[in-house]
């Protein structure tokens, strides 16, 4: 079954969470207490295959990853708070994103996992599945 044609962007969703450098390296951000922040401290995320520098992610230190772990306690009922047919709507959006864009995220997996294409493919496949409703 293909994914209908959605106006939602992969570009949109992720934005808010990366920078690009200008030697095209990803900055990934920490979500902390509801905000999407930069920390000084990184850690550099190689690819198994050659060893190449694909990305940074932030390095959070023991107060941040207790802010972090405090802010998701406090916040584990939320979702509670989200009508059935919401979640529903949420889950084919995220579907229909992962299916629109699978070439982006099987590269990642291949580049960051060292995954076989073959093995890519059928990750991004099997994710969609379990996010069919």
């Known amino acids: 079954m293909k994914p209908e044609r959605s106006s939602i962007k992969l570009g949109d ?7 690009v450098t200008d030697s095209g390296r990803f900055d990934f ?3 902390l207490e509801g905000e999407w922040v930069s920390l000084a401290q990184r850690i550099e995320v190689r ?9 940074t992610v932030p ?20 979702i509670r708070t989200i009508p059935a047919v919401k979640k529903i709507e949420i889950f084919q959006s995220a579907r229909e994103l992962l299916l629109q864009n699978m070439d982006p995220f099987v590269s990642i997996l291949v ?23």
């Open 59 to 78: 390095s959070a230190s023991e107060r941040e990853a207790g802010q972090a772990v405090e802010s998701s306690y406090m916040n584990r009922n939320a």
């Open 29 to 31: 951000k920490m979500l």
């Open 47 to 55: 690819s198994p295959i050659d060893n190449s520098l694909l990305a």
């Open 13 to 19: 969703v992720f934005a808010p969470i990366y920078s």
């Open 111 to 133: 580049q960051e996992a060292g995954k076989p294409v073959s093995n890519a493919q059928g990750e991004i496949k099997a994710t969609a599945e379990r996010l069919m409703c």
